[in-house]
């Protein structure tokens, strides 16, 4: 495994081996439940049918969102997401599994791996409240 | 489609500046990077002479693509102009990583459909194909490339191993990120 390095600079990652060499962050599951995560930013994304066309219902409403942390180093999460309904409202709903730059590790201090790792995110996500702060970040940038 | 790479020195005669004016086209005038560029034609410090160039021509000889790559153990796009995307590591400076940048597949000929997004197109995966390849062949077993957020996700699908180097930073008002690439037949 990469030599970690760790940032004397702010906050550190509890729980955290650090920045390595490779760009990993490694950190084990329960130090990402305890990482807080702020909003970065959301976006859209480019509509590659040309957009509404009459008669043929509404497109798909579907985008980005990224999320890092404020403690060093720097743990950046993103996904993307889609609109759905819910309750007869509309609703975010994350697409896929989430792009990081972690890596999770056992107890042990081996990685979990890719998908392990993305899989374990997602469920770090689903405790994250993060759909109203990228309706408020989409919102904002394209009213 | 037709794809040919090499120093600028290798490339056949022309074809260098042609791929000055091509990318002035597409970075300067239709992207509207601010550049400090003589009128009509893009370089920058990093067009050297260990410098490889890839460029895609159409049937009639127009370039429709273009790429560039940088040994990281020489100056480079990602080390010198954007480190701070690195999450506060050293640039990494390795014979087995060399930068991908000035990667475009516009066409302006109009024979072919304009890309709606920078790798969703077949001209533009087999562009990136190519690139990838190249660079392999010159002993990279990464790329890493400074790019738009929506990069890493469009290289999953077309099969790449791809991930950020450090968390995306909104540059200029565009969110930019460190992406590595495994040097690998995408799966």
Redesign the interface.
């Given at each position: 495994m990469s030599s970690p390095?760790v940032?004397k600079t702010g906050a550190v990652l509890t729980g955290s081996l650090g920045?390595c060499?490779d760009?990993y962050?490694r950190l084990d599951f329960n130090a990402l439940q305890h990482t807080e995560l702020i909003h970065?930013?959301s976006?859209l994304?480019?509509d590659?049918s040309g957009g509404l066309k009459c008669g043929t219902g509404v497109a798909a409403i579907s985008g980005?969102t990224?999320w890092?942390s404020t403690a060093?180093?720097?743990?950046?999460i993103?996904w993307?997401w889609v609109i759905g309904s819910r309750d007869g409202r509309a609703y975010y709903m994350m697409v896929?599994k989430p792009?990081?730059?972690i890596m999770l590790i056992d107890d042990q201090c081996r990685d979990l791996g890719?998908e392990a790792t993305a899989d374990l995110l997602m469920a770090r996500l689903d405790r994250l409240i993060w759909q109203e702060a990228t309706n408020a970040a989409i919102t904002s940038r394209y009213a | 489609m037709h794809i040919l790479s090499g120093q600028s020195a290798r490339l056949p005669d022309g074809v260098a500046n042609a791929l000055s004016v091509y990318r002035h086209k597409v970075f300067v005038e239709m992207l509207g990077w601010q550049l400090d560029t003589p009128p009509g034609i893009e370089q920058d410090q990093f067009d050297r002479a260990d410098t490889v160039y890839i460029v895609s021509h159409d049937e009639t000889g127009q370039i429709n693509g273009c790429a560039r790559l940088l040994p990281t153990t020489s100056p480079y796009l990602l080390g010198d102009v954007f480190p701070q995307l690195l999450n506060g590591l050293a640039p990494p400076s390795s014979p087995d990583i060399w930068e991908l940048s000035r990667f475009a597949a516009v066409d302006f000929s109009g024979q072919t459909p304009v890309a709606t997004g920078q790798f969703s197109s077949p001209v533009t995966a087999q562009l990136l194909h190519e690139s990838i390849r190249c660079a392999g062949r010159l002993g990279a077993k990464m790329v890493i490339t400074v790019s738009p957020l929506g990069v890493e996700r469009l290289l999953r699908k077309l099969g790449y191993t791809a991930r950020r180097a450090g968390p995306p930073m909104v540059i200029d008002g565009y969110p930019l990120f460190a992406c590595l690439i495994d040097v690998a037949e995408p799966g």
């Open positions: 390095i940032l920045l060499e760009g962050i970065l930013v976006g994304d480019d590659p980005f990224e890092i060093r180093p720097v743990v950046s993103g993307d896929g792009r990081s730059n890719f | -």
